[in-house]
């Protein structure tokens, strides 16, 4: 699904050297790597701070500690997102509650938020999914009529970029209360490991942010709060300038590769393309078809068989997931999140497809599909 390897033979010199500087300073943790990082991606997103830590996940759920919700408080988020989202709100003890979403874009319905909504509502956690940005307009809307917390779930949309019907532009994971990434390796912004971050342009937020990800500790080994460990490696960091100087290159070769993907299967009745939301940019962390009237696990085996990965994100909805049953929900209750789990299907997506490949990939899937 992504070509980790030709990506890091390109910048190769600059990356080897990056670590050899780490290395030869000792500086493993917290080194002056990881403050030069976080100053460029700050600077790139146009925000006030950004809080690095050591995935997404943990990014989710030191936002949500730091935002002082506490147990029994109800959080929404969609239904048809990897499983991190939903996850930490468990964890923490407030009560998940997903929604719908929209069958065009993928991401969260707006108007299903608010009709989830009860007294004990706090927060939302909206997530752009595959790469462009959720109805922000209407979620910052509803979220300012009920005071709730907004948390962007940007894990898979950094670079992308929202333009308000006002006009206002801003970078995916910096319009909510909090944004939160990931730098896991397939990400649009890899590291060479584990990695994350929080964004937000609130200084007092900030201030406690750092204070979660370093156990609660406002003043050396004193612990006002219970925190957590989670820290960003500075090699892990060295490598993300790199790669963060041409993350609008990459998210262009992406949109190259889309484009192309596009124009072969676009009117074809087997295969719906990835509807581009107009508000946002599209970076393509995924390349989503959502099937009908094929088998699509025959095509998913076939593309194997011709050694073309090809992925289902995601076959299970939420709240049909063991760990996650609930009396509250049934089968049938999220007619488009279940439909999506049964038709989507998701093709090789990264910065080096070349011509070749893709007209490949194109060629198989409208080989079976045309059957
Ligand atoms: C990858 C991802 C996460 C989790 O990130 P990790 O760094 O793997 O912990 C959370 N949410 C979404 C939507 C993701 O795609």
Redesign the pocket.
């Known amino acids: 699904m992504v070509d980790l390897k030709r990506q890091y033979e390109k910048i190769k010199l600059e990356i080897d050297q990056a670590i050899t500087e780490v290395i030869n300073s000792t500086a493993f943790i917290n080194g002056p790597a990881v403050k030069s990082f976080q100053e460029d991606l700050e600077q790139y997103l146009g925000v006030g701070h950004v809080i690095p830590c050591a995935?997404?996940?943990?990014a989710?759920q030191v936002a949500m500690m730091a935002l002082g919700l506490k147990p029994g408080d109800e959080v929404i988020t969609t239904n048809f997102?990897?499983i991190?989202?939903a996850e930490v709100i468990a964890l923490l003890g407030f009560t998940p509650v997903v929604v719908d979403v929209d069958p065009d874009t993928f991401n969260i319905d707006p108007e299903a938020v608010r009709r989830a909504i009860t007294p004990r509502t706090r927060a939302v956690v909206p997530?752009h999914l595959f790469g462009q940005c959720a109805d922000m307009d209407a979620i910052m809307q509803i979220a300012d009529e009920y005071k709730l917390f907004v948390i962007e779930?940007n894990?898979?949309a950094i670079g992308a970029a929202y333009t308000f019907k006002n006009g206002t532009r801003k970078m995916a994971g910096t319009i909510g209360h909090v944004g939160c990434t990931?730098f896991?390796p397939s990400?649009n912004l890899g590291c060479y490991g584990?990695g994350?971050a929080i964004f937000t342009n609130d200084d007092d937020l900030a201030k406690q942010l750092r204070v979660v990800v370093n156990h609660g500790m406002t003043v050396r080994y004193y612990h006002d709060y219970v925190g957590v460990n989670s820290r960003l490696d500075s090699i892990q960091a060295a490598v993300l300038k790199v790669k963060l100087a041409r993350l609008d290159q990459y998210a262009e070769a992406r949109r190259k590769a889309a484009d192309y993907y596009d124009k072969a299967f676009s009117g074809h009745s087997a295969l719906k393309i990835p509807t581009r939301f107009e508000r946002s940019t599209h970076v393509f962390h995924q390349y989503t078809l959502v099937t009908s009237g094929i088998d699509r696990a025959a095509l998913q085996e076939f593309l194997t068989s011709r050694e073309i990965p090809a992925m289902i994100y995601y076959p299970v909805p939420l709240h049909m997931q063991k760990a996650y049953l609930d009396p509250r929900y049934r089968e049938g209750d999220f007619p488009v999140t279940e439909h999506l789990c049964n038709t989507v299907i998701s093709l090789p997506m990264h910065t080096e497809l070349d011509e070749e490949q893709l007209e490949y990939i194109t060629k198989s899937v409208l080989e079976f599909v045309n059957r």
Do not use: E, P, R
Not at 55 to 58: F, I, P, S, W
């Open positions: 995935n997404g996940t943990d989710l997102t990897f991190a989202t997530v779930d894990c898979q990931s896991f990400k584990d994350g």
